[in-house]
């Protein structure tokens, strides 16, 4: 027996031995590429020296004696933070991810390709101005500076993932930083989501008037009725498919309600306490690890730039100069149409267009697959656009056997010039310079808020579709591709784009609200971001008669719900206060508790409360109640509470309360039923997993944001050093907005909001702030990974100042690049 024990104890020891030093040698591997902030290092391609001097937060500080080698400096500066998320991003648009994931992100890849984004980004460099084309050359040159310094030091492969996703690390060219604001583009362009549900809703219901019940106008002056999808399409689908059960791996297109969103605000002198303009912006996106955004501050000859940049962009797309600040938000710009197109069914190459038959454009394109092998795709164009895979976007359900569907939109275009509109924009010297330099700006289509020294402006920017008055569907829904009225005439003119400058009342704004009212085809959009916040926002800014610093950050960081407002006094009316005191422990009681605790709330999505939790989870189980037995299957596919539909419930608009009614029951129910019956199964959803105790409930607990790192965060282990959680206040349809999942097994869970947000003060420039949901660090192991997220999850901001002795005063290092 003690035999036995010893050579367990050694072999025991041996195995910790061996464990100890495999960890020691996976951190000594991963940490080699953490990068070194303090030194001097001789690069060719620079037309003099650089200095990249990292404040305390690690933001860099770009100072060059040209334009060309700051641009320099940022390429360099990103690749030693991010070179990962730049090659992700760059590999996510050439439809190149399976080359390292394998089959998993076939999908993704097919759908890139068909796209065909990279190739318009390639076509789009030519289309540049020289200044723009000279930045975007030193920005790859900085990139790829770095690039060369990993491999000739042996630097740990540039970041940890490469170690496990081992792939050739191309040189950073000018095509790739034009293509990732394409990929951006995808990413915040909603509207093809919203063209198939509305044709698959339309297909699912049994009385199509109800369409406008659930998928309503928002708020203004209406609209002609729409057709039935079936009668524009027949042959179509039904509209019930089951939705599918996950999103696929890496797939940059949005789900529905996580495309783009955000706040900005202005206020000219006549609105500010201390006599300077202010402005406030936090754009919304997709919550990762690390964050999108990335601060940055760029010596121009124009003058000292500060603000977010993207990762792979040498450009700051958000920010302020010493003489202008600009802020975006979505425009929601209905810049999609999905057309059907007719296949000759005696020549499967040919399509319908108004003239006849014509040829698709047709390429092959080969997808290499780790471990699998390669897929050849024919990709294929009509006059309207590429042909999209008929297995995403649930296309299938809206597209007749013998047809396909292309997309217009106008991202699609090989003479992109956003990028010269970006750069353009850190060079102006006024609004005027600014709103004129948007004239170049293409997609994806945003609202621009502007400011300088004493005049405020709000314009849209982007290519605006010019359509037929004629359109069948208006671009609500999928149209037949060959019918002339169906497909765009061209573009309009830049001038049409909307536009606020000087507004009489002093302050600007937008929430992703509607904008503007004007009648097809001059519109803007029928489907837009925002119908709550907007409301939050007049009431905070019409409550003072003027502005500072300060009360522009308390409402971007305001967490009162208008919805709840709206919606608790309608759907509780006839449960608030009626009826006797239930006994202690009956599910009666317990419904009785908890509207007594929604009685005495106001709406305050606070984390440590438990009301927020009680009303998201009745709302839930309450629409769900409402739409199950109309819908079906394609119920699933309203996973966020849909407010102005739950208010035409209540409110009965145009005998809206029908769909109160279970229709498989014998009984009539009415909507005081069905509220009472939601909330009783919202509590015993929030007993199954978070306790019986009521008063005991965070919010903060179901609203956690998840900063996900996107290809570590599901590894076992592993994710619970890459992904960041942190409870967090706000929700859907707070000003300090955090969407939830929508999805089991934790639909509140936050996985969308600001991940920058900024407020700038031009009576002092100095004094304004920023802060992105992360850290400037794309490496798990810096500690500038997650450092400014602890800011953010507190409300508290850095200090965004061009005063180049406090950059120092606590840097963490100077970056010194000397020429050879």
């Not at 035999?3 to 367990?8: D, I, K, Q, V």
């Not at 998928?215 to 498919?241: F, H, N, Q, R, W």
């Not at 936090?282 to 690390?290: E, K, Q, R, V």
């Not at 849209?460 to 359509?467: A, D, F, S, V």
Request: glycine content about 8%.
């Amino acid at each position: 027996m003690a035999t036995l024990f010893r050579w367990l104890f050694r072999a025991t020891t041996a195995a910790l031995v061996v464990l100890t030093l495999g960890l020691l040698t996976v951190y000594y591997l991963a940490s080699r590429s953490l990068p070194d902030y303090d030194k001097t290092r001789a690069v060719a391609g620079t037309t003099a020296d650089i200095e990249i001097v990292r404040d305390n937060n690690s933001i860099p500080h770009i100072f060059a004696y040209s334009d060309r080698d700051a641009f320099f400096g940022l390429g360099y500066a990103h690749a030693q933070d991010r070179l990962w998320q730049m090659t992700l991003l760059r590999r996510t648009v050439q439809g190149r991810l399976s080359e390292i994931f394998g089959t998993r992100t076939v999908d993704t890849d097919t759908l890139l390709r068909r796209l065909d984004l990279y190739t318009l980004a390639s076509r789009s460099v030519e289309a540049q101005d020289p200044a723009t084309r000279d930045a975007l050359e030193a920005y790859a040159a900085g990139v790829n500076a770095r690039i060369e310094e990993i491999n000739e030091r042996s630097l740990g492969r540039g970041a940890p993932e490469f170690f496990l996703f081992n792939a050739p690390l191309a040189p950073w060219q000018p095509a790739d930083s034009i293509a990732v604001l394409k990929l951006l583009s995808l990413q915040l362009s909603g509207q093809l989501n919203e063209e198939v549900l509305r044709a698959r809703t339309s297909l699912g219901l049994d009385d199509d008037s109800r369409l406008s019940d659930l998928l309503p106008d928002m708020p203004g002056d209406g609209i002609a009725a729409l057709p039935e999808y079936a009668s524009l399409v027949p042959g179509a689908g039904t509209g019930s498919k089951l939705p599918e059960t996950q999103h696929a791996f890496l797939d940059p297109a949005p789900r529905r309600g996580l495309a783009g969103a955000s706040n900005a605000w202005a206020a000219d002198a006549s609105r500010s306490a201390s006599g300077g303009t202010l402005l406030a912006n936090d754009p919304h996106l997709p919550l990762t690890a690390p964050s999108i955004w990335y601060l940055a501050r760029l010596q121009l000859q124009s003058g000292s730039v500060i603000g977010a940049t993207i990762p792979g962009v040498p450009a700051v797309m958000i920010g302020r100069s010493e003489r202008l600040a600009w802020g975006l938000t979505s425009s929601y710009l209905d810049d999609q149409d999905l057309h059907i197109e007719e296949v000759n069914p005696d020549n499967t190459e040919q399509y319908r267009t108004p003239d006849g038959w014509a040829e698709f454009r047709t390429r092959r394109s080969i997808i290499n697959i780790k471990d699998a092998a390669p897929v050849t795709l024919t990709l294929r164009w009509t006059e309207n656009g590429p042909v999209l895979p008929r297995s995403q976007f649930d296309l299938d359900e809206v597209t007749p056997p013998g047809h396909v569907a292309s997309l217009a939109w106008t991202a699609l275009s090989a003479q992109d010039t956003s990028m010269t509109a970006a750069v353009s924009l850190m060079n102006a010297n006024n609004v005027r310079e600014g709103i004129a330099a948007g004239e170049d700006y293409v997609a994806p289509s945003q609202n621009l808020t502007l400011i300088d020294s004493d005049t405020i402006a709000l314009k849209l920017i982007g290519t605006m579709p010019r359509r037929d008055p004629g359109h069948q569907s208006r671009g609500r829904m999928p149209s037949p591709g060959w019918i002339e009225a169906n497909r765009w005439q061209g573009k309009l003119p830049y001038a049409s784009n909307p536009e606020f400058v000087a507004p009489a009342g002093g302050i600007v704004g937008n929430t992703n609200n509607k904008i503007i009212d004007r009648p097809f085809p001059n519109h803007v959009s029928y489907d837009w971001g925002d119908s709550q916040r907007v409301q939050r926002w007049r009431a905070l800014m019409q409550g003072r008669e003027v502005h500072t610093r300060d009360s522009f950050i308390e409402a971007q960081l305001d967490t009162v719900s208008p919805a709840a407002r709206t919606l608790l006094p309608l759907i509780g009316a006839d449960l608030w206060f009626t009826g006797e005191a239930a006994p202690a422990g009956t599910p009666e009681r317990r419904r009785q508790r908890a509207l007594e605790l929604l009685a005495d709330w106001n709406g305050e999505m606070n984390e440590h409360m438990p009301e927020p939790l009680i009303y998201a989870a009745w709302l839930r189980a309450l629409q769900q109640r409402l739409i199950q037995d109309d819908l079906g299957p394609l119920a699933a596919e309203f996973d966020h509470i849909e407010p102005l539909f739950i208010e035409r419930v209540y409110r009965d608009v145009n005998g809206a309360s029908d769909w109160c009614d279970i229709r498989r029951s014998a009984a009539v129910e009415t909507c005081s039923d069905i509220a009472r019956v939601a909330l009783d199964d919202a509590l015993v959803w929030i007993s199954e997993n978070y306790g019986t105790s009521l008063e005991s409930l965070r919010w903060g607990d179901a609203h956690q944001a998840l900063h996900e790192h996107q290809v570590l965060g599901e590894v076992p282990l592993l994710r619970y050093f890459v992904n960041i959680r942190q409870s967090t206040s706000g929700g859907d349809f707070t000003l300090q907005r955090g969407v939830s999942s929508g999805q089991d097994p934790a639909p509140f869970t936050n996985v969308h909001g600001a991940g920058y947000r900024g407020v700038y003060d031009f009576a002092d420039p100095d004094s304004s702030v920023f802060v992105t949901s992360t850290g400037q660090s794309g490496h798990f192991l810096s500690r500038h990974y997650d450092d400014l997220g602890q800011l953010w999850r507190r409300g508290e901001y850095v200090p965004m100042s061009l005063d180049e002795d406090l950059a120092r005063a606590a840097s963490v290092g100077v970056t010194r690049l000397v020429k050879p």
